[in-house]
């Protein structure tokens, strides 16, 4: 396990924020426009109970890791609910423990802010994350409609 340390992003982050949600973007074989790195970045940053927030695993001072995350209202309970929205390590990182550390902060952030769950999807095909997601939580049977 390598000696990571998480974080909040930071304004200063911008340059490896963008070159870490673009590879994760990249490993799911999809693009947003220019307006949305923007807007994206702003949220980041914006207060707000549902806005987004975002964290970075830091290895040797060098970001290698990304984790974005969001709350939001249930039905289900009076407490809200954490969606970890998007997870990336770097390639060479991935197995050295940066994705458990992104989780388990997330985790932490839910915890001290009484989240009824804390919840995530990832594609059938990420077979090396789901070895992770299988340790760190249970799967659920549930299946992801969306509207065309």
């Known amino acids: 396990m390598t000696d990571v340390t998480i974080r909040p992003i930071e304004a200063s982050d ?3 924020w963008r070159r870490l949600w673009t590879a994760y973007l990249t490993f799911y074989k999809a693009t ?4 949305v790195y923007a807007s994206t970045w702003a949220r980041l940053f914006t207060d707000g109970e549902y806005e987004p927030k975002g964290m970075l695993a830091v290895v040797d001072g060098k ?4 984790v ?3 709350f939001h209202r249930t039905c289900w309970s009076e407490k809200n609910n954490c969606y970890l929205q998007d997870l990336y390590a770097d390639p060479e990182m991935r197995g050295k423990g940066v994705g458990r550390a992104l989780i ?3 985790y932490a952030v839910a915890d001290k802010r009484d989240a009824a769950a804390v919840y ?3 594609q059938e095909f990420n077979h090396t994350a789901r070895l992770l997601y299988d340790r760190v939580a249970k799967k659920t049977p549930f299946i992801k409609y969306q509207r065309p």
């Open 104 to 106: 388990e902060a997330v």
């Open 32 to 35: 947003v426009p220019e307006s």
């Open 14 to 16: 911008l340059p490896e």
């Open 68 to 70: 974005h995350y969001i």
């Open 63 to 66: 970001p290698v890791g990304l």
């Open 120 to 122: 995530w999807m990832t």
